[in-house]
Every structure is written in C-alpha cells, then in structure tokens.
C-alpha cells in the first residue's frame, strides 16, 4: 500500500517529546516545577527579549545617533587583478557575465572597478563606475571602458 494521509508520519527525532512538570514528587519535576521558589521568574512567563526587570532598558536610555542616507547606493568592488585569466582577449565584462563565472556575490547589484593589481588581457568593460586608475590599465592593455546608466 502506498503511502496515504493518515500513515504520514515526522522522521525519527524530528519531533521531541515534551517533558511534563508539576506531576508529583516522583516525576522528578514536582512541586515548583524547576522554577525554584519564589520571585518573577516562578509566577510568570519568560520576558520580552531586552526586558532589564523593569529598569528603563538599554535601547532607552542610550540616544539615538548619526543619520541613515536611504537613498545611498552601494557598489561592488572589482579589482581589475580578478578579471585577469577570468576572460579571454576582448571578452566583454558586464554584470551579468560577472555573475556568471561566480566572480561576484548574486546580491550585487552595482559594481565600480578598481585599480588594484595588473591586467594585460584587451578587455570591453561595461560596468557603472570605473576608478582613475582602473581606467588607465584597462586603456593600457588594449581594452576599453562603457559606463552604464544607474
């Protein structure tokens, strides 16, 4: 017989057994149920996470600070020393093809290119921000830059 709604069944120790408190000396967890005795922490649920007992908690009394630009846009740095013998002789390097070979996180989204390291491989470089210093090199070893529009 196949497998049917109600022989569905949780793999071994997917689920665990709840232990049960407050069920006479014997069970071992009696009388206060591994509360201890008296205070808060016996008569009540577990608090709030940042919850000081009361005390004005710490993300109160601490004031706020700086500013947050929500209109920044952050770029991925690429270093012209990744893309050499990553591309062959006038390969094009676009952001996609970046995402590609795995050269860049899939999270990126903007992308500057840098000027650490060498490169002597002709390349066409399509990306949105090139350093001064990038452009020199791609330029100097045949290659040659397009910025796009974002």
């Known amino acids: 017989m196949g497998t049917t ?6 793999p071994v120790g997917a689920r665990k057994k709840i232990k049960r408190v407050g ?3 014997g069970s071992g967890k009696g009388k206060t149920s591994g509360r201890g005795m008296k205070g808060q922490m016996a008569r009540r649920q577990p608090t709030k ?11 109160r009394r601490v004031p706020k600070r700086g500013f947050v630009n929500v209109f920044r846009e952050e770029y991925h740095a690429v270093n ?3 893309l050499e ?9 676009t952001p996609e093809s970046l995402h590609e070979k795995g050269l860049v996180p899939k999270r990126a989204k903007l992308f500057k290119l ?5 490169i002597k491989t ?12 990038a452009k020199a090199k791609v330029e100097a ?10």
Request: aromatic share 4%; glycine share 20%.
């Open 5 to 10: 709604l109600h022989t569905l069944k949780p």
């Open 23 to 25: 069920r006479g000396i």
């Open 49 to 59: 996470p940042g919850f000081e007992g009361g005390q004005n908690p710490i993300h």
């Open 80 to 82: 012209v020393a990744l």
């Open 85 to 93: 013998g990553k591309y062959g002789a006038n390969a094009e390097v």
């Open 114 to 118: 840098l000027g650490t390291g060498e």
């Open 122 to 133: 002709a390349l066409k470089v399509k990306l949105h921000k090139v350093s001064e210093s």
């Open 141 to 150: 070893a045949g290659g040659s830059i397009e910025l796009l529009g974002g």
